[in-house]
């Protein structure tokens, strides 16, 4: 049975850095395509960021760039996101992703940033 378990949110204040894990079991996350959404209520989910499976290249959209960085631990079977200059629009629950032909997701970490 694959599980994905997110860790690491909480209350930052603006420009603080916050650390999101995503724990793997039943998959190994060097074969899927990972990423992490966020969501807000009332708004779709959206992408984050993603490392694509095998050779570990990263993208970003926009909004995170400069800020955000992906990565995995393939010995812990471990996906993060290492969040910086956080900002109060960065608010959302993250989720994280697996996908290649099956979709994976976990239940997601609530971040709030506010002063």
């Known amino acids: 049975q694959v599980q994905l378990v997110e860790s690491g949110g909480g209350l930052v204040q603006p420009g603080g850095s916050l650390r999101l894990s995503c724990a793997a079991s039943?998959?190994?996350?060097?074969?899927?395509?990972m990423s992490w959404y966020r969501q807000v209520p009332g708004k779709e989910r959206e992408l984050v960021a993603l490392?694509?499976?095998?050779?570990?290249?990263?993208n970003y959209v926009d909004f995170v760039k400069g800020r955000f960085a992906i990565s995995r631990d393939n010995a812990k079977n471990t996906l993060y996101l290492q969040m910086n200059s956080l900002k109060p629009e960065d608010t959302a629950v993250y989720y994280c992703?697996?996908?290649?032909?099956?979709?994976?997701w976990g239940k997601g970490t609530l971040v709030t940033v506010s002063s």
């Open positions: 992703n697996a996908r290649w032909f099956m979709n994976y």
């Open positions: 039943g998959l190994t996350v060097g074969d899927y395509d």
């Open positions: 490392i694509t499976r095998v050779t570990g290249s990263t």
